[in-house]
């Protein structure tokens, strides 16, 4: 059994095909096939049922999967710790969609200011997609607004943030200074897509004070969610990063939550065997220089 043998046996199951996987690594689908079977055979145990010409993952294989991503980001680890000092440090950063708009700039500015022999690579999506890229070792470090759910990644909350109801100046809502959740009943609202930690913040409110909202517009992107309330009349629960100019111009009011319901924080996020590298700490560290928004 070899690293060669978990890389083939992780891409079959995250593809449930042995031609994808196959694909993906450029082999041919009959060594892909010989590597599941020596697996197999090596630890005596079933790790895949084949239906309908489809793989579907025993209980056994859920089990070495685990294992075998941990082990494989940890000799992927150790051969970046074993390079040497002439070649190039490749860093992965994920954020989610608030913090790549409202942080990611100044942050990798800074960050290639301190550590300007590393190749900084950054990915921007929203929270789910950002845990399940560092679940699968495609991303070295995230830094993130929604809520971590694998017990396989570690959350540090570094950089605080609030969300605040926000719409145009010339909204029925511009001239309130508080609301009660009930005032939000049957509002037209811009949300974020699923996936959001912003949303999903959001929508557990909703819940939870029992209101229904009608959505008129989902947007994944800030410059959406703002044009959706300078010109759709509609309103929105967003960060207040994200419309610090929009409120230096006066054109967009906001209202802040009177029970401080949607404080929250950034988190810098990591997988429990990862091992924190120098380029971590110094994001760290950056991220403690931004903790506080400039409008409190």
């Known amino acids: 059994m070899t690293i060669r043998h978990l890389r083939i046996f992780i891409t079959v199951a995250e593809t449930g095909k042995m031609s994808l996987a196959a694909k993906k690594l450029y082999l041919t689908q009959p060594t892909i096939s010989q590597a599941i079977r020596e697996l197999e055979e090596h630890y005596d145990t079933k790790l895949f049922d084949r239906l309908s010409k489809r793989l579907y993952i025993t209980e056994e294989g859920?089990?070495?999967?685990?294992?075998?991503?941990?082990?494989?980001?940890?000799?992927?680890?150790?051969?970046?710790?074993?390079?040497?000092?002439?070649?190039?440090?490749?860093?992965?950063?994920?954020?989610?969609?608030?913090?790549?708009?409202?942080?990611?700039?100044?942050?990798?500015?800074d960050f290639r200011a301190r550590r300007p022999q590393v190749d900084l690579f950054s990915f921007i999506a929203n929270t789910q997609v950002i845990e399940e890229k560092l679940l699968k070792s495609e991303l070295d470090v995230g830094v993130v607004e929604g809520v971590i759910k694998s017990p396989d990644l570690i959350s540090l909350p570094m950089v605080d943030d609030f969300l605040v109801l926000a719409c145009s100046v010339d909204h029925p809502f511009a001239s309130l200074d508080s609301f009660t959740p009930s005032d939000l009943e049957g509002q037209d609202f811009v949300m974020r897509e699923q996936g959001s930690g912003t949303r999903a913040l959001f929508e557990d409110y909703l819940r939870a004070n029992h209101i229904q909202i009608r959505c008129r517009v989902e947007a994944p992107f800030p410059e959406a969610m703002k044009n959706a309330i300078l010109y759709n009349h509609c309103m929105a629960v967003i960060s207040v990063r994200l419309i610090e100019e929009e409120l230096q111009k006066g054109t967009i009011h906001i209202i802040r939550n009177p029970n401080h319901a949607w404080n929250r924080t950034f988190n810098l996020v990591y997988h429990k065997d990862k091992l924190f590298s120098e380029s971590m700490v110094v994001l760290k560290e950056l991220l403690y220089e931004y903790r506080k928004p400039e409008i409190c």
């Open 62 to 109: 859920h089990h070495l999967l685990a294992l075998a991503r941990n082990t494989v980001r940890s000799f992927d680890d150790l051969e970046l710790r074993m390079q040497s000092e002439t070649k190039v440090e490749h860093f992965r950063l994920g954020t989610t969609v608030t913090v790549g708009a409202c942080l990611l700039p100044s942050l990798t500015e």
